[in-house]
Every structure is written in structure tokens, then in C-alpha cells.
Nanobody, 123 residues
């Protein structure tokens, strides 16, 4: 059973940068593509970014396009989400998710999820 643990969430000021990490265990890391989603209080879960098996292809959602980079380190079993120019609208719980496919996929297409890490942006 693949297990995912996110970390790196924090309370930051508007304009700050933050890097989230997702450590995977219990499965073949290289067999999975990974996605990042976020869910603000009272709102639906929203796609942020995804990276394929090799890290040479990424997909960035409209919500944070231009302000986020997703990457992976297959030697360390870690997926990263680098965010910049954060604003209060980015306040949400950020989740790491995994699946075996690389095509269009909403949150329901991901079989494995982490517990989430809280990102709060406030002045």
C-alpha cells in the first residue's frame, strides 16, 4: 500500500515562497505519477499540478499557473511543489496524490492520498 506524507506547509506573508514535499513509501515510487491538489475551507478540491513518472512532463492547473513548479526526485522518493508569490487565496490544505496513469485526471482518478499540509497566507 502506497503511503504519502506531505510536509512544508506554514503560515506566510503575501508574496512569500514555499516548498511542499511529499514523501512516498510502501510502493514502487517510479511507477506512479503524482498530483498536487488543494482544498480551501468550504470549497471543492482543486487541481494544482502533476508530474509524470520521469519528471520530464508536468501539468499545471489554472489556479496557480506561473507561480508553481512541480518536480520529483526518484532517488529520494520525494515529490515537490514549489510555490511563489503566494496570496491569501492560496490558503488551503494541500494534498499529494498518486496514480499509475498519465492523462487527464481529476481528484477522483487518484488512488492514493496524503494527509495534507496546511498553507496559510495572511498579512
Amino acid at each position: 500500500q502506497l503511503q504519502l506524507v506531505e510536509s512544508g506547509g506554514a503560515l506566510v506573508r503575501p508574496g512569500a515562497s514555499l516548498r511542499l514535499s511529499c514523501v512516498a513509501s510502501g510502493g514502487d515510487f517510479s511507477a506512479y505519477t503524482f498530483g498536487w491538489f488543494r482544498q480551501a475551507s468550504g470549497k471543492v478540491r482543486q487541481f494544482v499540478a502533476a508530474v509524470n513518472w520521469y519528471g520530464d512532463k508536468t501539468n499545471i492547473g489554472n489556479s496557480m499557473k506561473g507561480r508553481v513548479t512541480v518536480s520529483r526526485d526518484n532517488a529520494k522518493n520525494v515529490v515537490y511543489l514549489q510555490m511563489s508569490n503566494l496570496s491569501p487565496e492560496d490558503t488551503a490544505v494541500y494534498y499529494c496524490a498518486a496514480r499509475t496513469r498519465w492523462d487527464y485526471g481529476e481528484y477522483n482518478e487518484y488512488a492514493y492520498w496524503g494527509q495534507g499540509t496546511q498553507v496559510s497566507v495572511s498579512s
